[in-house]
């Protein structure tokens, strides 16, 4: 089980090369790949959001390999968990955006460590035993708000 989250997932499409060089690159030669370089990667967030794809697209790889051995990989895209890290985040200088998150998903809350568990129970137990390869979103829906809802990108008139 692998941890991503949410914020891969608002991250734009790559393309099919990019998508291979993130899954199958050597971790040691990430940084060489030339989508990663300074002049590339605009923010922390960006970083961040490559970061975690990274995550889904490098677990979704190595599923192939790990299935011949008999054995399964996923990962879980959490999105706002209350965790202790989340709280401070919260109550810090990007609270207010958090919030709105929050407040704007069609669940209207954060999810739980407890419901993560879940999540993972599943996938790593026999009921999931068909499940590899996988990314699991689950934040409440903020994602589907962020493109269909009132978090989307307002776009201007020309």
Known sequence: ????????????ALTPEENT????TPADELLALP???????TDSLHAYQL???????RVMAEAVRWGKRGARINTISPGIIFTPLAK???????GEGYRRMIGLSPAGRGG???????????LMGQDGAFITGSDFLMDGGVTASYFYGELA???TES
Do not use: F, W, Y
């Open 21 to 24: 060089a993130l899954a199958t």
């Open 153 to 155: 990108p307002q776009k």
């Open 35 to 41: 989508m990663l370089q300074p002049d590339q990667v």
């Open 51 to 57: 970061a975690k794809r990274g995550n889904s697209l």
């Open 112 to 122: 739980t460590p407890d419901e993560v568990g879940t999540v993972g129970a599943l």
């Open 88 to 94: 401070d985040e919260l109550t810090g200088p990007r």
């Open 1 to 12: 089980m692998v941890i991503a989250s949410q914020s891969g997932h608002r991250l734009g």
